[in-house]
C-alpha cells in the first residue's frame, strides 16, 4: 500500500472518498490510527492482483513504489482495468534500471551508495522494471493514452551530514542496506564521510518515473 500520508494529501486536496489496500494487517492498522480524523479515507485488507473491491467503481487508481516488488506486473495492472470506471486513470509510479543507475551527487545519495558497492546496484536493477515493459504491459491488459514522465522526489532533508549518516547506520528506509554485513555498512558510512564535504544541510532526492494510462 502507498503511504498513508498520500491518503491525507489527496484528503486535503478535496478528494471526496479515498480507499487504501494492504495485504498487511500491522501496516493497515497503523494507517487507521494514524487518519482517524479524516472520515472520507477507508482500508481494506487486499492484495495488487486481488483488491477485493468492486470492479468499474473507481476514478482513479494509485500505485506507488509497488511494482518493484512483482515479477508478472500484468496481473497487477490487469486488477487496477478492473476496478476502475470507464475513462478512469491509472498512475503507476517506481524507479526503473536508468532511474537507479545515475550517479552520486550531494542530492543523489544513492547514487554513492551504489558507486561503493555496484553489487548493490545490479541487484536493485534485477527488480526493477524498464519503462518498455511497463508501458507494454498496460497496453496489454487494455489501457490507452500512455504517458510517461520522470521527476525527482526529496526522499529526506537532513540539517546535518551526521544525521544523514546516522540514517544510514540505521539502514532506515533503504532495503537495500539489509544486504549489507555491519562491517560493510561501516564501510559505506566511512566512504560517505569522505566523499561528502558539506556539513549541511542536505537534501537527499529520488528519481523517479511516473505511467499514467486511461481505462
Known sequence: MWRWDLCQALADMGVPC?????????NLDGAVENCKDYKNIYFKHGNAFDTLLEE????????????????????????????????????VQDRTPEDCSLPGDLEHIRGYIFERFPSLLEKEKVRRHKSEIVKESLISVGFTEIKEVRLWETRQVYETKDQLLQDLRE???????????????NELIDFMDRIITVEGP??????????KAVK
Not at 506507488?64 to 496481473?75: P, S, V
Not at 476496478?83 to 486513470?89: A, S
Open 202 to 211: 542536505i537534501v537527499e532526492k529520488d528519481r523517479w518515473t511516473i505511467w
Open 56 to 91: 468499474n467503481r473507481y476514478d482513479l487508481v494509485l500505485a506507488r513504489a509497488l511494482i518493484h516488488h512483482l515479477r508478472n506486473i500484468e496481473f497487477c495492472f490487469k486488477e487496477a482495468h478492473r476496478i476502475l470506471k470507464h475513462g478512469g486513470v491509472y498512475f
Open 18 to 26: 479515498i480507499v487504501g489496500v494492504d495485504f498487511s494487517q500491522s
Open 171 to 185: 539502514r532506515t528506509g533503504r532495503s537495500i542496506l539489509h544486504e549489507l554485513s555491519d562491517r560493510e555498512l
